[in-house]
Nanobody, 122 residues
Framework: QVQLVESGGGLVQSGGSLRLSCAAS????????MDWYRQAPGKQRELVAG???????NYEDSVRGRFTISRDNAKNTVYLQMNSLVLEDTAVYYC????????????????WGSGTQVTVSS
């Protein structure tokens, strides 16, 4: 019904940059919130950054000032610009969205993408 597809991951040297994208498609009425999470090996999944439909954003402390989340509502796409990457940013990055689907007004459903690997090397 709804799919989220992430792209833009890869291998980058410490201090480098990457831009992740997550495109939502399917029976979408509206998208309230879009978030980026990450999960490093042996660690729990954590919220990295989020953005709601009005544009308000929030960031995990370790990425604030280095990462920027943005969204293109017309394209149902969220981006994560990651600058000054450090080894600790290595993880699988997942997109999550709270979506109102067509035919189910007033109810938000949570959807996940399958993730994209980000590896930062020294």
């Amino acid at each position: 019904q709804v799919q989220l597809v992430e792209s833009g991951g890869g291998l980058v040297q410490s201090g480098g940059s990457l831009r992740l994208s997550c495109a939502a498609s399917g029976s979408i009425e509206s998208i309230y919130r879009m978030d980026w999470y990450r999960q490093a090996p042996g660690k729990q999944r954590e919220l990295v950054a989020g953005i709601i439909s009005g544009g308000r954003t929030n960031y995990e402390d370790s990425v604030r000032g280095r990462f920027t989340i943005s969204r293109d509502n017309a394209k149902n796409t969220v981006y994560l610009q990651m600058n000054s990457l450090v080894l600790e940013d290595t993880a699988v990055y997942y997109c999550n969205a709270e979506i109102v689907v067509i035919g189910r007004p007033g109810t938000r459903f949570s959807y996940w993408g399958s993730g994209t690997q980000v590896t930062v090397s020294s």
